[in-house]
């Protein structure tokens, strides 16, 4: 492509607009900033402005697609729920709106580490919402470098060390959370806060805690 920047700006109404990115079959490091609101990895970067809805498709092929999403400055909610073995759908909420979103993304054909990180505040939030069946959420959080959620086989994702919280949700079915907690560094607790709800039915999750030193 002659270009080298690219603005999408969707205009009114502000309810419908849909914005989708398709990769090549090579290798692609595709990279989503919410702040400013841009997309690497697809040749130009993409901005974008009053775009509701992105999908995001890397392609396919025997290239490996990776996924980087990159929080804002304010204290942000990421809300990740995965529909495949390389797919999911995430969206942002910011301390300036809590109860309104930012664009919704769905990604698919990215095979390769699917990361979220926070931006610059101190109170960054990952909720993982599993499905309405039977469930095993996996937390791994032994260390400060390599913490990953994963609903079932479903696409994981990796938190970067500026996710402070994450919040994993069972939703309906019998649900399994595996916890795999770090001691803390150097003595103090600033490891990551997990917080688990089971959903519905009230009487039918279970919550199993690891000792670190044993996985």
């Given at each position: ?32 900033n ?36 990159n ?13 495949g ?12 709106d ?12 990215i095979?390769?580490t ?26 791994n ?46 003595g ?23 000792d670190?030193?044993?996985?």
């Amino acid at each position: 492509t002659p270009f080298t920047d690219i603005t999408v700006d969707g205009g009114e109404p502000d309810a419908s607009d849909l914005l989708s990115l398709t990769g090549a079959t090579s290798a692609e490091a595709i990279v989503v900033n919410l702040e400013p609101s841009t997309i690497t990895g697809f040749g130009p970067t993409v901005s974008f402005i009053g775009i509701e809805d992105v999908s995001l498709d890397g392609g396919g092929g025997a290239g490996v697609d990776t996924l980087t999403v990159n929080g804002t400055s304010l204290d942000d909610e990421l809300t990740y729920r995965p529909t495949g073995a390389a797919a999911g759908i995430f969206s942002n909420r910011t301390s300036s709106d809590p109860d309104e979103p930012t664009s919704v993304f769905s990604f698919s054909a990215i095979t390769g580490t699917f990361t979220v990180a926070g931006g610059t505040a101190s109170a960054d939030e990952m909720v993982v919402e599993a499905t309405n069946s039977r469930d095993t959420i996996t937390i791994n959080a032994t260390n400060r470098t390599t913490n990953t959620v994963q609903v079932n086989a479903l696409k994981a994702v990796a938190l970067a060390t500026n996710i402070e919280v994450v919040r994993a949700l069972g939703r309906d079915g019998n649900d399994t959370f595996v916890v795999n907690p770090a001691p803390g560094v150097a003595g103090s607790l600033d490891n990551l806060l997990i917080y688990v709800d089971g959903g519905a039915p009230g009487a039918s999750d279970a919550l199993v805690v690891q000792d670190p030193d044993l996985t």
